[in-house]
């Protein structure tokens, strides 16, 4: 079966960094993406990545290693703002989008 | 702007009434989506549109129908909710269903059953 995980939930401190970590084992790969979510609210889209490596997007970087089937966020410089859930979402064989549960992100000053 | 439109944002029915939940779209994209998400779940896909080309998961309940009568609309229609139906139904669309094709969201329907 295709699954993804990533942390229930996470705690971090207002200007602080946060790295949240996403395993995954699908049919195939076509990129994986990250998504915020507030609360009540719809996912919006941070990051793709479909090559290995790091890529940066200003306060948020986000890593791929294809033959570890893992990839991390990084946030950095934590505002309140950024509390939030992270989904972790692989694109597999048949282009279908697999999701994870989502990390909650909780922020204290 | 270009945005995915969500009507309405709340949704109350009662057990077994028909409800019909609908998506709109400025964004001229050629692949809409409907996810079912409870509270603290990953989204789970009920169906997609690659333009008028309809794929249903093989797991989404007959009690879920679906229709998308243009480019710019579509509709997720509830048969005869259950209890278990209580989610936000959230509608995506994207510009294609290949690599690289992220996904924009509508803001959700939160569906309540009675």
């Known amino acids: 079966g295709q699954n993804i995980d990533q942390p229930t939930e996470m705690t971090a401190t207002e200007g602080a960094i946060v790295q949240i970590n996403c395993t995954y084992q699908t049919s195939g790969f076509n990129g994986l993406f990250w998504y915020q979510q507030h609360a009540g609210e719809a996912p919006t889209f941070l990051s793709y990545?479909?090559l290995d490596g790091l890529e940066e997007k200003g306060r948020f970087s986000s890593f791929l290693s294809r033959s570890k089937g893992y990839s991390y966020l990084l946030l950095k410089e934590l505002q309140m703002k950024d509390s939030a859930s992270y989904l972790c979402?692989?694109?597999?064989?048949?282009?279908?989008?697999?999701w994870g549960a989502g990390t909650k992100l909780i922020i204290k000053p | 702007d270009a945005m995915v439109i969500q009507n309405p944002r709340y949704q109350v029915t009662q057990f077994g009434k028909p409800v019909t939940l609908s998506c709109s779209q400025t964004?001229?994209?050629?692949?809409m989506y409907w996810y079912q998400q409870k509270s603290s779940q990953a989204p789970k896909l009920l169906f997609h549109y690659y333009d008028k080309d309809f794929n249903n998961e093989a797991d989404t309940p007959d009690n879920f129908q679906s229709r998308r009568p243009n480019t710019s609309f579509c509709f997720l229609d509830i048969r005869s909710p259950g209890l278990g139906d209580a989610a936000m139904y959230l509608c995506?669309?994207?510009?294609?269903?290949?690599?690289?094709?992220?996904?924009?969201f509508g803001p959700g329907t939160r569906l309540t059953v009675l």
């Open positions: 990545n479909v």
């Open positions: 995506a669309t994207s510009t294609g269903a290949g690599a690289y094709n992220e996904q924009f």
């Open positions: 979402a692989v694109m597999d064989s048949n282009y279908q989008l697999i």
């Open positions: 964004l001229n994209h050629n692949v």
